[in-house]
């Protein structure tokens, strides 16, 4: 009996090979997701430290805020610049309106203003979130059924260890006639358990990672309203 990978391998039953073929592009798709999950949030929390450092003098100098128009064309990638610069944007254009507006229409309250920038920060707040959550309910899936996987194959490994162990043409009644069933059993959980502690490993990596983009963004944006607050009406 070889017991190396590629002789378990072709020891395997027809059910045990499935489960592992099943089990292994579960894992490269699991890969493939963490790597370019890896690559998404890298590049956005070092885009958003970068804007958050342009825009912090723009936001705590008085009458600067407009000069932070645009300012997040320049940091693709980054969540945190893809909200506040949309209520950046939303800010300038109530300014716009207000100037053209007639001589006899009231100025809107800058309360008013700033509840209007605020849900526009909310509506892209959730878009941005939602995309960096992408592929997470995919790591969360293989984590919670590889090892059901697995053991599906552990159960297919004892079937063929015992119908070799029935079987007299195959020398039942011996405890080497069950070792290969039994190794069977046995890799087929060990690599279901190994895929799904290595996805559980990740997802919960990208849920720290995703409630710290959040943080940055609710922080960045209570910061742009309380400037919006403190300006004058428009």
């Known amino acids: 009996m070889d017991f190396t990978l590629v002789g378990l391998w072709h020891e395997m039953g027809f059910v045990a090979r499935g489960v592992v073929v099943i089990l292994m592009i579960m894992s490269l798709y699991s890969l493939g997701i963490t790597g370019e999950r ?15 450092g342009a ?3 723009l936001v705590e100098g008085p009458g600067r805020l407009h000069e932070a128009a645009g300012l997040e064309k320049g940091y693709a990638g ?11 944007g939303e800010y300038v254009r109530s300014l716009d309106a207000a100037a053209r ?29 939602a995309g960096l959550r992408r592929g997470m309910p995919v790591l969360a899936t293989v984590s919670s059924s590889a090892p059901f996987v697995g053991l599906f194959g552990t159960v297919g490994g004892i079937i063929t260890a015992f119908q070799k162990l029935a079987d007299p043409t195959k020398g039942g009644g011996g405890i080497g006639t069950v070792s290969a069933g039994i190794a069977e059993a046995l890799v087929t959980t060990a690599v279901g358990l190994g895929v799904a502690i290595i996805s559980v490993w990740f997802y919960n990596y990208f849920s720290s990672s995703l409630d710290d983009v959040t943080i940055d963004i609710d922080e960045t944006a209570s910061e742009l309203v309380d400037t919006i607050l403190k300006t004058p009406q428009v």
């Open 55 to 57: 825009l912090t003098p």
């Open 78 to 88: 980054s969540p945190v610049a893809s909200v506040i610069g949309a209520g950046v």
């Open 101 to 129: 507006r007639p001589p006899t229409q009231p100025p809107p309250s800058v309360f008013d203003v700033a509840e209007i920038v605020n849900r526009t920060m909310e509506r892209v707040k959730e878009r941005e979130l």
């Open 38 to 52: 890896l690559l998404t949030f890298r590049r956005g929390r070092r885009q958003s430290r970068r804007y958050i």
